[in-house]
């Protein structure tokens, strides 16, 4: 049964271990191999994480009513979110040297997902989670005890550093009722200023097709 009740909040903001330079280079040799096929590995995620966690599919206007997983695989624009996902994590996987500005990408992951969004920040914690779960099933091959410990530390970068920017949030209400947030957390302005920010550090692009942003995760819009 999925566990969303009680998980609305982050209660305990985890962090994340450190990344050694030899892990960084495992991490970036193994995402060369799986980022050849992005597009159906993103697309094997999402159906998975749709799947084990339906509620996520409330963010998303253009499939949420999807069931089935062979419908979701011939959806266009689940495979363009699938594109959007695997770009974003491309581009922090190729910026790992530079630990300040993968927090500042990952920092304004979140800020639009909590302003602009209005997503549940436990949900990237569930994503994430089914990410390592595809990729090393995929890649089992290449996944080594090693391997998998790197991709661990690389995962729990992502989720931490992303929904620690929701306690940056103004006014932000973490406490959802049902399935909708109890508040607005932006105002236009906002959104306007976080948009081009995130323009400036150069998260468009780098996605599959050479096109789109990167700045949305998970929602379609």
């Known amino acids: ?13 985890e962090r994340s271990e450190e990344i050694s330079d030899a892990e960084k280079k495992v991490i970036q040799e193994t995402w060369s191999r799986v980022y050849a096929n992005c ?60 630990p300040e500005k993968v927090s500042s990408i990952l920092a304004l992951v979140g800020k639009a997902h909590a302003l602009k969004h209005k997503v549940e920040p436990i949900y990237f914690k569930k994503l994430t989670g089914v990410m390592l779960e595809v990729i090393a099933e995929e890649y089992a091959n290449d996944f080594t005890p ?37 508040h607005a957390l932006a105002s236009p302005g906002q959104l306007g200023v976080l948009s081009k920010r995130i323009s400036c550090m150069g998260l468009t692009g780098t996605i599959c097709n050479g096109s789109g942003e990167a700045d949305s995760w998970l929602c379609a819009g």
């Open 1 to 13: 049964m999925e566990k969303v009740q009680g998980e609305m909040e982050i209660e305990r903001w």
């Open 39 to 98: 597009e159906d590995v993103g697309v094997s995620i999402l159906i998975r994480f749709f799947v084990n966690f339906p509620s996520a599919k409330q963010y998303f206007s253009q499939f949420k009513h999807m069931e089935d997983p062979l419908e979701m695989e011939r959806s266009l624009q689940l495979r363009k979110h699938a594109q959007r996902v695997m770009g974003a994590i491309n581009t922090v996987v190729e910026n790992l040297s530079d």
């Open 146 to 182: 090693e391997v998998h410990s790197a991709w661990t530390k690389m995962k729990t970068l992502i989720y931490t550093h992303v929904t620690a920017a929701y306690k940056e949030v103004p006014c932000a209400n973490l406490h959802a009722s049902g399935d909708t947030w109890s």
